[in-house]
């Protein structure tokens, strides 16, 4: 059956790199939120229907003229701020939709945990509590249910998932 809270299970998954279509809510939960005094710019981010796209758009969208007269910052390095954190979601090289950044299969082992411990994802988490036993599922985890803003590094500091990234996931419980 279905299991609970607190049960022990077993699942075989791999993940990958998936698209980022955030629309503005997303933009506002997601990355707004995690921006340091910027919070407040959620309803102007909300009216102005500001996506990811346009967001990542610093050359003729999302520029500093936008920013003072749209968004009504008069703060310059406010907007120097929020312009350098979406030019910096822009800059990620390493966001290749498709890639392949964790599997059970490349660590030739199952994964382990106990639901709602903390030791999976969120999305993880939340999704195979709803699954049963053979099931396979698909599973797209937006950045807060995934490794947020800080992403996932490897112990030497390599990216092994950028940060605010989306992710999808194949997972099967077994």
């Not at 985890?141 to 500091?157: F, V, W």
């Amino acid at each position: 059956g279905v299991v609970s809270p607190g049960s022990e299970v077993e699942i075989e998954y791999e993940g990958t790199l998936a698209i980022r279509d955030w629309n503005a809510h997303d933009v506002v939960i997601c990355w707004l939120s995690q921006q340091q005094g910027l919070e407040a710019l959620a309803p102007a981010f909300l009216e102005h229907d500001i996506t990811i796209d346009k967001l990542v758009d610093t050359d003729t969208f999302l520029t500093p003229d936008f920013v003072t007269s749209t968004l009504g910052i008069s703060n310059k390095i406010q907007g120097k701020k929020l312009i350098m954190a979406a030019k910096r979601l822009t800059t990620n090289n390493d966001y290749e939709v498709g890639r392949v950044f964790d599997s059970s299969a490349q660590r030739q082992a199952t994964y382990q945990f106990t639901l709602g411990s903390g030791k999976a994802i969120r999305a993880m988490d939340l999704a195979v509590s709803t699954m049963q036993q053979g099931e396979r599922a698909q599973i797209v985890a937006r950045a807060d249910y995934a490794y947020g803003k800080d992403g996932l590094r490897r112990s030497n500091g390599d990216v092994v998932v950028p940060p605010f990234a989306t992710l999808a996931f194949e997972v099967q419980l077994l």
